[in-house]
């Protein structure tokens, strides 16, 4: 983890990876950047496999990926490691959001059946409250990194709303609104979300003037 007051590493190159297989993420990440970065590369671009997430948490996870593709590919790089902690559920998914996704028969991930696991799972519980968050690591290739975290605080809501975002999005609204990252453009989800929390804090240990 960062200490925030240790002086922090600033990026200075022309080439990162973004060390992520999920077609929602990189995008978003790619966005998020906002150009600071001339030529930007995913970990599926460089045939780089997605590693074992056995990290204990965000954090750990988000260099973890960071440094497999780092030292896959010598070139530095982002990753994020994201998911939804349920209060109701004492915080599950959480690190295991991409988990909840994967059905029993092998089929790969679903997202309308990690949904409907969620809100079996808490029945009728009341607290409905969530929040997303988003751990970002920059890794260099020497083994430095730098690491953020960032959150957004909502209720889920049944049924799901909305065809924009991916993973837990249409069932997420954000504290202070009533449609769902779901309902919302990609710039409006960018405003508020738990990587663009995560993305500013970043961009001012490692992309300010
Ligand atoms: O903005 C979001 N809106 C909705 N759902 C989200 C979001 N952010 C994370 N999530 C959920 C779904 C995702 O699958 C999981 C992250 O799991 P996580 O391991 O970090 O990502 P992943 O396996 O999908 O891709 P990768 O590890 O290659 O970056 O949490
Ligand atoms: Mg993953």
């Known amino acids: 983890m960062t200490n925030a007051a240790s002086p922090a590493r600033r990026f ?29 590369t995913s970990a599926v671009e460089h ?21 497999f593709v780092t030292e896959a590919t010598g070139l530095p790089s982002l990753a994020d490691d994201s998911g939804v902690s349920v209060g109701g559920l004492g915080g599950a998914p959480g690190i295991y959001s991409a988990r ?3 059905k029993p028969d092998g089929s790969g991930r ?25 751990a970002l690591s ?40 009533s449609r769902t990252f779901g309902e919302m453009e990609s710039a409006e989800k960018h405003g508020m979300s738990h990587r663009a929390d995560a993305f500013h804090k970043l961009v001012a240990r490692c992309f300010a003037p």
């Open 138 to 177: 920059l890794c260099w290739p020497d083994g430095h990194c730098e690491t953020v975290e960032g959150e957004i605080r909502g209720q889920l809501v049944w049924p799901a709303r909305g065809t924009k975002g991916f993973g837990y999005d249409p069932i997420f609204v954000p504290d202070g609104h």
């Open 47 to 67: 045939g780089v496999p997605e590693p074992e997430e056995t990290g204990d948490s965000y954090i750990a996870n988000a260099e973890l990926k960071a440094r």
């Open 12 to 40: 200075t190159g022309d080439h990162l990876v973004i060390a992520s297989h999920n077609k929602g993420k990189i995008p978003e990440i790619a966005a998020l950047l906002e150009g600071r970065v001339p030529r930007l």
């Open 110 to 134: 679903d997202f309308a059946y990690a949904m409907e696991q969620v809100r079996l799972k808490l029945g009728d519980n009341p607290d409905r409250s969530a929040r997303f968050v988003c």
């Open 100 to 102: 909840w996704a994967e």
